[in-house]
């Protein structure tokens, strides 16, 4: 990649990232998420991942309209990124404004596992939790500069999201690879663990088969059988987007069965496929689709 290609990047970067989220910290939201559709609107905006989303999705589910459900993806992609910006420079004032509550309560016992998906707008579930006295830990995947192919902007940003979970969690993040022995320490000191189980069988270990999209796919098992072990209770969650009024609206589930992996794998899966039919173009993987149908034997657990 040649210099004026990498600063072309470098400046995608920071207009996607920083310049058009950041403008939450200095806007009323409702007027912040009225320039929100606006932009979501903007073919350029987030162009290389909306389109391979986009062609990913149509192989998998009907779409009526491609354009609006580009500009739906759009909102979506900055509204979660602008969130980084809002949670970290507004109080839970904000919050309690902005954010609806639905179905169950957190788990009173605080050491419990929160599972959700890459769907939606999640920060603010964090602080959710804060509000309720709960410190949270977040399981996340490692990363470095090498990571982010020379994306110097996209790799300080992921920093500065890692130090608003964080922040927002109060406790550090748990960084997977040898995460077993810290997970179960920070249940054992009465934190909850949040975590995204949407990830592609090619990054973790072992799998469990789970009906996506009617389709036999795989979701990683680790987290899984740990909490059957353990008999951790789990509940799962999302966070909605409001696509006209830009509300937030917290889900979480009554506790999950949990004594048999395979259950557990199933209804964390009947949970994702309820919240796609709910707001399909929210979920952030669509251009990963097709990954989560490939497993090797090796993987299945």
């Known amino acids: 990649m040649g210099l004026l290609s990498k600063l072309r990047r470098e400046f995608k970067d920071l207009v996607e990232l920083v310049l058009l989220p950041g403008t939450a910290i200095f806007l009323p939201w409702p007027w912040c998420f009225r320039f929100y559709r606006y932009c979501s609107r903007q073919s350029w905006l987030y162009r290389e991942l909306t389109e391979q989303s986009l062609a990913a999705a149509q192989k998998v589910i009907p779409i009526g309209d491609p354009t609006r459900w580009c500009a739906a993806y759009r909102l979506t992609q900055l509204v979660d990124h602008g969130d980084l910006y809002l949670s970290r420079f507004r109080s839970d004032r904000w919050l309690r404004k902005y954010l609806d509550l639905t179905g169950a309560n957190w788990p009173k016992h605080p050491s419990f596992l929160a599972i959700t998906f890459h769907w939606g707008v999640g920060l603010w ?57 810290r997970l179960l320490e920070v249940l054992r000191q009465g934190k909850a663990v949040a975590a995204l189980i949407d990830v592609p069988p090619r990054e973790v270990g072992t799998c469990l088969p789970v009906t996506l999209f009617q389709r036999r796919a795989w979701w990683p098992s680790g987290l899984i059988g740990l909490a059957v072990r353990e008999r951790i209770p789990v509940v799962a969650f999302t966070v909605a987007l409001d696509p006209e009024t830009g509300r937030r609206c917290l889900h979480i589930t009554e506790p999950l069965p949990a004594h048999d992996p395979h259950r557990l794998a199933e209804a964390l899966a009947d949970c994702f496929s309820e919240a796609i039919s709910q707001d399909p173009p929210a979920w952030h993987f669509w251009w990963l689709v097709e990954e989560f149908f490939k497993c090797t034997p090796a993987k299945e657990g």
């Open 125 to 181: 579930s964090l602080r959710h939790l804060r509000s309720q006295g709960m410190a949270t830990a977040f399981l996340s995947t490692r990363f470095d500069k090498s990571s982010f192919a020379k994306r110097r902007v996209a790799y300080y940003y992921s920093r500065l999201r890692t130090r608003e979970v964080e922040r927002a969690g109060l406790t550090k993040v748990i960084y997977k690879g040898g995460s077993v022995p």
